[in-house]
């Protein structure tokens, strides 16, 4: 998958390109990964040793995420920012008044926001790792 999205992300690449970029530890591994790539028709090897995109399946490979450009970014993302977005509007408002359970509930929604942070990381590493 890291090697698809790099190919993707990157347009015409060579092996040592990849290799370098990924970080894997010799260019037959790298060799490897990408013949596996062309022999599912993913990728196809150019007349001058470039590999590139033959087909886009990043539809089905990134479900979940969406591509903006060359970044991908996961869907959880978007919604995450949103909610964050809606309890620093909500903390400001209630910051100016006296405690009571709308400090509760604000508490409640903020762990919720940190677990939400939390599983984006995660889903967001997964793709650029």
Known sequence: MRVYLFVLRNGPCELRDVQRALKLS??????????KLVEMGNVKRTEDGRYVVARDISADLIDGYVKFGRQIVPRLFILTLIFTAILAYYAYLVWRLPLDWDDVVTLMYSLSI?????????????VSD
């Open 114 to 126: 940190i677990v939400l942070w939390y599983e984006t990381i995660r889903v967001w590493r997964r």
């Open 26 to 35: 010799t260019p037959s591994l790298a060799f490897y990964h990408l013949s």
